[in-house]
């Protein structure tokens, strides 16, 4: 009993912890993340979809600009099909680049009015405890991106000039889904 306690109790300070502070990890060989732009007071409460989308794009610029690199734009067709694709997979309970249509990023971009094809970065988090959809959850999201290798070069491609986002969450909020989209100039 006691020891259940403890673990619990450790796992709750965890979690509080992280709710009021948010620190990037540690920069790899070869590149770097920008510090943190959210405070604990981001992290409660839902924010409303253009702030969250505002806060991943100027995210975005601020690592590609910490490793050189020019920044991206918004584009509202990519940010469209950045949404469609996050309320699909939550709708459709899948988890994939590739929608149960046989549709990828490219093929999703295109049939909505897109010149050319497109990049993209997929995040799902599950859960018991609601979580809301916050400033905080989209900078912790980008860290994780930030964090791997694959998600990372999606990031800092250099010929990418446009940006999606996209975010969705449950009714109960235990369940949340977001997409980052990229593209470039059509030739």
């Known amino acids: 009993m006691v020891l259940s306690a403890l673990v619990f109790g450790s796992y709750a300070l965890v979690h509080l912890q992280h709710l009021f502070f948010q620190s990037n990890s540690a920069d ?16 409660l409460g839902n924010q409303p979809l253009p702030e969250l989308k505002a806060l991943a794009l100027e995210l975005v610029n601020r690592d590609r600009q910490v490793n050189g690199l020019p920044p991206l734009v918004e584009d ?3 940010s469209q099909v950045a949404q ?24 999703r971009f295109i049939a909505a009015g ?3 094809g497109a990049g993209e970065n997929i995040m ?42 996209g975010i969705v969450a449950s009714p109960t909020g235990t369940e949340i889904y977001a997409v980052q989209l990229f593209s470039f100039p059509a030739q």
């Open 28 to 43: 790899g060989p070869g590149w770097a993340i920008g510090k943190p732009q959210t405070q604990w007071n981001f992290r």
């Open 76 to 78: 509202p067709l990519l």
């Open 84 to 107: 469609r694709h996050a309320e699909d997979m939550l709708a459709r309970q899948f988890y994939d680049h590739v929608n149960p249509d046989g549709q990828d990023p490219s093929d």
């Open 114 to 116: 897109g010149q050319v």
């Open 124 to 165: 799902q988090q599950k859960g018991t405890i609601p979580m809301a959809l916050s400033l905080g959850l989209v900078e912790e999201y980008q860290q994780g991106w930030m964090d791997s290798p694959g998600h990372r070069e999606n990031l800092l491609t250099p010929h990418y000039t446009t940006f999606g986002y």
